[in-house]
T-cell receptor, first 116, second 112 residues
Framework: GAVVSQHPSWVICKSGTSVKIECRSL??????MFWYRQFPKQSLMLMAT?????????EQGVEKDKFLINHASLTLSTLTVTSAHPEDSSFYIC????????????FGPGTRLTVL | GESVGLHLPTLSVQEGDNSIINCAYS??????FIWYKQESGKGPQFIID?????DKRQGQRVTVLLNKTVKHLSLQIAATQPGDSAVYFC???????????FGQGTRLTINP
């Protein structure tokens, strides 16, 4: 149980294009999902908290117009990196909280984004 | 501000030995703690959690100890195996806050 998937697992794009990453909770409903980015040999940095049916809450320093988050259902949240640049290249990971056990976050496998 | 840190960034142990990974936290309001394991190129995997009303919790080959007096958390892995090689993160949370705060991580290497 508590499986979270992400798609795609990796993506390479040209500078200036937009990339959408999907996060799905496969066997549970998640009212809250989280988006993190992780640079090599570093810890996870929370970007935003996504609540189903409402606007995401962004962490300080994260541009909401650049990292668009949509959480339209209890099993799906999307992160769109708009006008991507090489400095946006990173490992993006989502997590989801089970509605029943609201403390534990279960993570997806991550998406490796490379912007050329 | 809030922070969760680790005493050692790297740890090497012999296969079959026990491993202890430590974590310090600073927010006395934290009442929930989780250990995650992250293998290279993968997302973090839940290992074990503990609430502040407990000081010890055991799982399969893993034990988490919580010392609230000194704000210290540890993960013990018994009879380490090559598959235990990974980066281990502790994370803290508290009731009323949605997000978790992650430590910097400890890389555990198992020597044959």
């Amino acid at each position: 149980g508590a499986v979270v998937s992400q798609h795609p697992s990796w993506v390479i794009c040209k500078s200036g294009t937009s990339v959408k990453i999907e996060c799905r909770s496969l066997d549970f409903q998640a009212t809250t999902m989280f988006w993190y980015r992780q640079f090599p040999k570093q810890s996870l940095m929370l970007m935003a908290t996504s609540n189903e049916g409402s606007k995401a809450t962004y962490e300080q320093g994260v541009e909401k117009d650049k990292f668009l988050i949509n959480h339209a259902s209890l099993t799906l949240s999307t992160l769109t990196v708009t006008s991507a640049h090489p400095e946006d290249s990173s490992f993006y990971i989502c997590s989801a909280r089970d509605q029943v056990n609201t403390d534990t976050q279960y993570f997806g496998p991550g998406t490796r984004l490379t912007v050329l | 501000g809030e922070s969760v840190g680790l005493h050692l960034p790297t740890l090497s142990v012999q296969e079959g030995d026990n491993s202890i990974i430590n974590c310090a936290y600073s927010n006395s309001a934290s009442d929930y703690f989780i250990w995650y394991k992250q293998e290279s190129g993968k997302g973090p995997q839940f290992i074990i959690d503990i609430r502040s009303n407990m000081d010890k919790r055991q799982g399969q080959r893993v034990t988490v100890l919580l010392n609230k007096t000194v704000k210290h958390l540890s993960l013990q892995i018994a009879a380490t195996q090559p598959g235990d090689s990974a980066v281990y993160f502790c994370a803290e949370g508290h009731q009323g806050a949605q997000k978790l705060v992650f430590g910097q991580g400890t890389r555990l290497t198992i020597n044959p």
